[in-house]
């Protein structure tokens, strides 16, 4: 009933082989470029939209009810977040309508909306918001897939192959440069001059990649910030040394809300865009204020002087991070107890 003894020849086999090397996981930052990934996005249902979709309801604060218009009529009607962006809206769209989302173009008026922008910024106080929906022709939806399933090192020949073709197209730019941003260096100057295509590269990383001239576009490099605070060393000189366009970018909107839910995550990213700025801003005494940082000892210079020159936004702001870090770093009950009673106690 003993099992059979293993042979010495197999164990001293199993010894002398090597473990498997361990995998490392490596926590990405949160300012990393996000690159699209191979796995299509456009599936029923579309990517997580934030908040929980089913409690939106019309009327509550930040919600509002976004009526789909189509060539022939009204569409549908879907209630939408302030943060919610284009592509969180596609994806509700394809749920009520069945439309792909990889098949729709959404127009505000006569602007389109592009995947990563934010359609908040078209709300209006208890109004509606009416958006036309148009429809891609076969032939661009295919490429617009393939480019999303292309691996990522075949995308360069990709792009060569389509200009030698005789043609490419904005909107299949605009998805080589979200998944590539180096490709921007690469496109048709016409292309690589058109707005929407350089928006989709500075929202991935890929101001750097840009020309001279939207490096110098306050917008542009707004809208590169707001998603990476360390596109700010890309920016031009004359954007890194402007004092109000730099303490805009620390103290942007929602600053407030990241201060009570997270004091030190907003804190470090004020800090990445105070550290991207010229070196003679990184001396200001406000800035520093923003940033959470002490004040150098400027000579000829009093607190008082120095106070004068703090805004009162900056002041208020101040003293939510102080608030805020004085109650995570208030002590516990326990922890308040002196160590004699502590020990008394235990005994």
Not at 281 to 290: A, K
Request: include cysteine; aromatic fraction near 2%.
């Amino acid at each position: 009933g003993t099992p059979p003894a293993r042979p010495v020849a197999a164990e001293a086999t199993e010894l002398a082989t090597p473990a498997p090397p361990r995998r490392v996981r490596r926590v990405p930052s949160p300012w990393a470029p996000r690159m699209h990934s191979r796995k299509a996005s456009w599936v029923v249902g579309g990517p997580e939209v934030r908040g929980p979709r089913a409690n939106l309801v019309e009327g509550a604060p930040g919600c509002r009810q976004v009526h789909i218009n189509g060539l022939s009529g009204p569409l549908c009607a879907v209630v939408a977040h302030e943060t919610w962006t284009s592509l969180e809206l596609k994806a509700a769209v394809q749920g009520s309508t069945g439309i792909p989302a990889l098949e729709q173009i959404l127009l505000v008026g006569c602007e389109e909306l592009d995947d990563e922008e934010r359609i908040g910024r078209f709300f209006k106080e208890r109004a509606p918001l009416d958006v036309s929906l148009l429809r891609r022709h076969a032939a661009q939806v295919q490429l617009l897939r393939k480019v999303d399933e292309t691996n990522f090192l075949s995308l360069p020949s990709m792009l060569d192959s389509q200009l030698l073709e005789g043609g490419l197209e904005r909107p299949v730019a605009v998805a080589l440069v979200r998944r590539c941003p180096a490709l921007l260096q690469r496109l048709p100057a016409l292309l690589a001059g058109d707005r929407q295509v350089v928006l989709a590269a500075a929202r991935v990383g890929g101001l750097r990649y840009a020309d001279v001239a939207w490096q110098e576009d306050a917008c542009v490099v707004r809208v590169a910030v707001g998603l990476n605070p360390r596109a700010l060393r890309h920016a031009s000189p004359a954007l890194r040394s402007d004092r109000a366009f730099v303490a805009s970018l620390m103290e942007d909107e929602g600053l407030v809300d990241r201060l009570l839910e997270d004091p030190r995550a907003a804190l470090a990213r004020s800090r990445v865009v105070f550290r991207a700025a010229s070196a003679g801003l990184q001396q200001d005494p406000s800035l520093l204020q923003m940033a959470g940082l002490p004040a150098p000892e400027a000579a000829g210079v009093d607190g008082a002087g120095v106070c004068r020159t703090v805004t009162a936004d900056a002041k208020r702001k101040a003293r939510v991070v102080a608030a805020a870090l004085q109650r995570r770093s208030r002590p516990s009950a326990e922890e308040r107890v002196p160590s004699r009673s502590r020990s008394r106690s235990r005994s």
